[in-house]
């Protein structure tokens, strides 16, 4: 059975920003979402939330977006599957061939990013050169970028450039001509029992650094150890990495502005849900965390310079 899509309504552009999610992280899309078609009320993109489920758009949610149900195929099967990574991880693998008749570009983002800026329909349009993907570095090699990355230290593979696949800006045709999507499978299947990334491996292991780098703007994966940049850059996509999101976290190591604004959307949009009644620890209060935090900057900012200057503007690319 070939991958294909059943959608609510028609593509409106050639372009889109696309989501996948299941029915647990629907409501974290849908904020970004939303967050998008703020930033960009005359766009020339569609948006899509994608997903292997029919979800059904809640009451109130934004009209216009397009809820596409992705059907994958025999590929999928035997996937690494878990608490964290279910099939909605490994959709955006499929996206690009879902699409293939709709769109010439796709931007794929994760569900849990909050935007903050940033001119996303010049972003769809920038020129890649010879590359299929276009992505922002991960941030293990923001300070050392010739760091091999451990997942392929444990294959016996060389130092590479290694993107962070949340943020993934995708020409259709070239992904699909170049089979990128069978490549990233046959790269799990040669290194089986060794992928510690799954997909974002399995995606680097496709292309093996043959692939265009984006400004960390675009994709800021927010550590304790990259926070505060962040607060001088004013990135357009902050990326909540790992387990700690701000509907989930209330600790004190993530800015309770991120929390508030989820809060109220989720109390407008799903009522019915859990609600974010707990406002947090404010920062201030984990002095520990901060102190942490303040030693790793303060030993990272000359790299972490070097590496930011190497992004003159937030459209530069680098081929």
């Known amino acids: 059975m070939a991958i294909g899509i059943a959608s609510n309504l028609p593509r409106r552009a050639e372009k889109a920003v696309a989501f996948a999610c299941d029915g647990n992280y629907l409501k974290y899309a849908l904020f970004a979402a ?8 005359d766009r020339d993109f569609d948006i899509c939330i994608c997903s292997t489920e029919a979800l059904a758009p809640p009451a109130g949610a934004l009209e216009g977006l397009r809820f596409c149900q992705v059907r994958i195929d025999a590929s999928f099967a035997g996937l690494n599957l878990d608490r964290r990574r279910t099939e909605a991880t490994y959709l955006r693998l499929a996206l690009p061939e879902a699409f293939a008749a709709e769109y010439r570009r796709l931007l794929y983002l994760d569900s849990d990013v909050f935007l903050q800026g940033g ?67 046959a790269f799990a299947r040669a290194h089986p029992g060794k992928l510690i990334h799954m997909d974002q491996d399995m995606l680097n292991g496709a292309v093996m650094g043959a692939w265009a780098e984006l400004s960390p703007v675009w994709n800021w994966q927010y550590t304790w150890a990259s926070r505060l940049f962040e607060a001088m ?35 407008a949009h799903f009522p019915d849900a859990a609600p974010l009644d707990d406002d947090g620890v404010p920062p201030q209060r984990n002095r520990a965390f901060l102190r942490k935090s303040l030693g790793k900057h303060l030993l990272a900012a000359g790299k972490m310079c070097d590496y930011l200057d190497r992004f003159p503007e937030e459209l530069t690319v680098i081929r």
Request: no cysteine; aromatic share 10%.
């Open 119 to 185: 001119d996303f329909s010049a972003l769809l349009d920038l020129d890649l050169g010879p590359h299929a993907i276009a992505a922002v570095r991960d941030n293990s090699q923001w300070r050392t970028p010739g760091r091999r990355i451990d997942s392929f230290a444990k294959m016996g593979l060389p130092a590479t450039p290694y993107f962070n696949a949340g943020v993934l800006l995708i020409d259709v045709a070239a992904y699909n001509s170049r089979a990128i999507r069978d490549n990233a499978f």
């Open 233 to 267: 850059v004013g990135a357009n996509v902050v990326h909540f990495i790992g387990r700690k999101k701000p509907w989930n976290h209330i600790e004190g190591e993530l800015p309770l502005r991120f929390r508030h604004t989820y809060r109220d959307f989720l109390a």
């Open 34 to 41: 939303t967050q998008l078609a703020a930033l960009a009320p």
